[in-house]
């Protein structure tokens, strides 16, 4: 079973950002996997910035046609982002210092926050 599962309940109007969700999506996956099989901690910790790294390109992207949006949703949009990227940067952090970090209270967060913000806010891109 997949961690994140690609429904059509969460796809948007615009294929390429279709298509950055699924990519993102597919590295939580491979995160997940490695987490479920007990793998090394340093393994763990590069796959969860590979995550990092796409997300981050995706905000980016995504970001730019937000702001040629005229709607006033756009502000709490690239909000919810960078929130969302300074609990991701916090997760780094914890990695780099070797601290305790709880896999399966991130993986739940990353969860529903992905889904909410997809249905949130990507879908009136
Ligand atoms: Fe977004
Ligand atoms: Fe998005």
């Given at each position: ?8 309940e969460?796809n ?46 995706h ?44 896999y ?13 913000h ?5 879908q009136?891109?």
């Amino acid at each position: 079973m997949s961690f994140m599962n690609f429904t059509p309940e969460i796809n948007v109007n615009n294929e390429s950002l279709n298509e950055q969700h699924r990519r993102i999506f597919k590295t939580l996956n491979i995160l997940f996997r490695s987490i479920s099989r007990n793998e090394s901690s340093s393994d763990i910790r590069t796959l969860f910035e590979n995550f990092v790294c796409n997300f981050l390109r995706h905000t980016i992207y995504e970001e730019k046609i937000i702001n040629n949006m005229p709607d006033p949703l756009c502000e709490n949009h690239i909000d919810d982002h960078a929130m969302f990227l300074g609990r991701m940067t916090g997760y780094m952090e914890s990695f780099e210092n070797e601290e305790y970090v709880s896999y399966s209270v991130m993986l739940n967060f990353i969860n529903n926050w992905f889904i909410n913000h997809i249905i949130t806010f990507d879908q009136s891109i």
